[in-house]
């Protein structure tokens, strides 16, 4: 029996990384794998030519430009721009070439700022986005709509799932570009080696945020991808058809800094800068749709951020300069 070929798109990155490692565990799979110089996502001609010599099977869509509040504020054309065009041309190119299934990820960041609280699914285009990163909530609500779109109307299995907040292994821990737990990760490991005497956390601290480890993410992607098809179409709806990925369980950015603090072993001051931008005041998922269909997360916030901070002291020189 032949294998399935599998695509996993950004393999590379946090997400991407984490499917591979799963993925390649299993039985009756081929990785297809291509590294940015070898594979331009952003050229249409490129990617199109890709799909239509590979014979895939599925594709893992997991590509994307990512980064924090400052990220976000400082490039908002980039992130529009390039989320848009990738997804676009994987998207289109997958169908063109006769992939049926796909699986898109994107971010808890398409539900509007004032969003009841947990988020539902049915919260997406109820209000207005947080400003902050406003351009790259666009570009993934696109995405969930181009799947939706194309399996209205060429009968495809494309589907979404919406994470929350992800860290864990190959994160980026840019001290200015990165999201806030590999930023702070690097700030108290700093801070530990300098005997510094006070770390400064950026916003009041108050905000509440819910934290995935990537493992689980991957986990998770990989139980919706392989669902039955009835199942998950009896769970969703034709222009509602993303899933919430989380924990369910969130904490003050206070609370997951201290946190922090204690699994670096730094024992400073922490101090919180009010005149940065604390983005919506919580963004908690309801994860009750991916729980009915048989999915939990495993790994809990302390854990996770223990195996996070023992990968990055074993790539640390990769995140210096």
């Known amino acids: 029996m032949a294998k399935k070929r599998i695509f996993v798109a950004g393999n590379n990155g946090m997400v991407g990384s984490a499917l ?13 794998l291509r590294e940015r110089s070898e594979l331009n996502l952003l050229n249409q001609a490129a990617v199109a030519d890709f799909f239509n010599s590979e014979q895939i099977d599925q594709v893992y869509l997991a590509a994307a430009k990512v980064g924090g509040i400052h990220a976000n504020n400082t ?41 009841e609280q947990p988020m539902r699914e ?19 609500i696109a995405g969930i709509k181009m799947c939706e779109s194309y399996n209205r109307q060429y009968g495809r299995n494309y589907r979404s799932v919406m994470p929350t907040n992800l860290y864990g292994e190959n994160d980026n821990f840019h001290p200015e570009n990165s999201h ?4 702070l990760m690097r700030r108290f490991h700093e801070a530990k080696l300098a005997d510094a005497p006070e770390v400064v956390v950026w916003g009041s601290g108050t905000p509440k945020r819910e934290f995935l480890h990537v493992d689980d993410m991957a986990a998770a992607s990989i ?18 058809s993303h899933i919430n990925v989380g924990t369910g369980e969130d904490c003050t950015i206070r609370e ?26 919580r963004k908690l998922m309801s994860v009750d749709r991916l729980a009915d269909l048989g999915w939990r997360y495993r790994i809990g916030l302390e854990d996770g951020l223990r195996v996070t901070y023992r990968w990055f002291l074993r790539h640390q020189d990769d995140f210096r300069g």
Do not use: W
Request: aromatic share 8%.
């Open 223 to 240: 139980y919706v991808m392989n669902l039955d098809r009835a199942t998950y179409e009896a769970n969703t709806q034709p222009m509602l």
């Open 180 to 183: 806030v737990i590999p930023a």
């Open 122 to 140: 049915t919260a997406l285009l109820t209000g207005q986005l947080e400003p902050t990163n406003e351009p790259y909530a666009i570009a993934k």
């Open 20 to 32: 591979v490692r799963q993925l390649q565990i299993q039985s009756g799979v081929e990785l297809v």
């Open 75 to 115: 490039y908002p054309a980039d992130f529009i721009y390039q989320n848009l065009v990738l997804e676009c041309n994987i998207i289109h190119a997958a169908h063109s070439a006769g992939v049926n299934d796909l699986l898109f990820l994107g971010s808890s960041c398409i539900y509007p700022k004032l969003a």
């Open 256 to 281: 997951m800094a201290e946190t922090m603090a204690r699994v670096v072993g730094y024992e400073g001051k922490l101090v919180f800068d009010s005149s940065k931008p604390d983005g919506a005041p």
